[in-house]
């Protein structure tokens, strides 16, 4: 979908102006430049006006090899770990248990 596309404008505003953005299994996969950039402008936005919520199979830390630009990723997870409660859960896979 082209940058400019009205569609990709319009979830994008709706995304900024959510009251609460749900990024669930954040970054299990790479993703690229663009995507980055998008990420970026929309937590940007969004930042010290509304909440995010983050959820992730990996750390904060793993985050950075899902994003191609090291500047970019920086500056992401910064916006995501600063002033964030970081909570872990721990225990056994509860998908794997439930299909045994």
């Known amino acids: 979908m082209p940058l400019d596309d009205p ?4 979830l994008t505003r709706e995304l900024i102006n959510v009251d ?13 430049a663009a995507t980055a950039h998008l990420l970026f402008n929309i937590l940007s936005e969004r930042e ?8 992730s199979q990996f750390t904060p830390q793993d985050w950075y090899r ?10 992401i997870l910064n916006r995501l770990i600063a002033g964030a ?11 794997l248990e439930a299909n045994q």
């Open 7 to 10: 569609a990709r404008l319009k």
């Open 20 to 32: 609460v953005l749900v990024l669930d299994d954040f970054l299990t996969t790479p993703v690229d």
């Open 48 to 55: 010290s006006n509304r909440s995010t919520i983050v959820t």
């Open 66 to 75: 899902s994003i191609p630009d090291a500047v970019i990723a920086e500056s």
């Open 85 to 95: 409660e970081i909570i872990t859960l721990e225990g056994p896979n509860m998908r």
